[in-house]
């Protein structure tokens, strides 16, 4: 098992994986309409830090920052950074064993994923210093995008429901309004936060996960 120290240098500048204007278009929310804004806000960040946890990302977030990471008992000869995608350029010094530094040409990076493939042998503990991540908002995957909207969405709905599933008439004075919720007869049905993460997990994030071994 690899055993890894991971410590943020320099952390992300921002968590969202959406925009608040991109996220009010997706709602069919007008620009000018500011009502949810503080509220939709919080769900962004919520939301993002959320599904960046289930994909073990570091610091619960796919945001761009410097990072070090102090690996032992490494086998094979290969090492995934805990945060990815990653430029060549941007590793800034990978030290083998601690203090020294190697040369670029002793190994190789694969920059979607994150993996460095040592060539030969390498002396313990090895210290990777590098950024990753992504520029968020801006620079998020289309699909993790869209998974942070959609979660958005859901919790948003799923709380509405909540607030209203018992209440079943409204009396004023000598007034009286009694309806019957919709939602109530699905709601037993309807999926809970835990089973919709669950499913989004095994579904769309697999991709995005590191798995530590």
């Keep these: 098992m690899v055993d890894t120290i991971l410590k943020v240098l320099t952390p992300a500048t921002s968590n969202d994986l959406t925009t608040l204007a991109d996220m009010k278009v997706m709602m069919g929310l007008q620009p000018t309409d500011t009502t949810e804004d503080a509220q939709l806000q919080i769900y962004i960040t919520q939301m993002s830090m959320m599904i960046a946890r289930e994909c073990n990302r570091p610091e619960s977030t796919f945001g761009y920052m410097e990072l070090r ?16 995608p990653i430029k060549e350029d941007e590793v800034e010094s990978i030290e083998t064993p601690r203090g020294s530094v190697i040369d670029p040409s002793t190994y190789e990076i694969e920059e979607s994923s994150g993996k460095i493939e040592f060539y030969g042998g390498q002396t313990e503990p090895i210290v990777v210093t590098y950024w990753g991540g992504y520029a968020l908002p801006d620079d998020a995957p289309p699909d993790l995008t869209a998974i942070c909207q959609m979660c958005v969405r859901y919790f948003r709905t799923y709380a509405m429901r909540q607030a209203v599933s018992g209440i079943r008439q409204i009396s004023h004075k000598e007034s009286r309004v009694s309806y019957f919720d919709p939602n109530a007869a699905i709601g037993k049905q309807a999926a809970t936060p835990e089973s919709f993460m669950n499913e989004l997990t095994r579904s769309l994030l697999y991709h995005y996960m590191r798995f530590w071994v």
Excluded at 69 to 84: A, D, F, I, K, S
């Design 69 to 84: 990471e102090t690996v032992r008992c490494l086998q094979p000869n290969r090492y995934y950074t805990g945060q990815w």
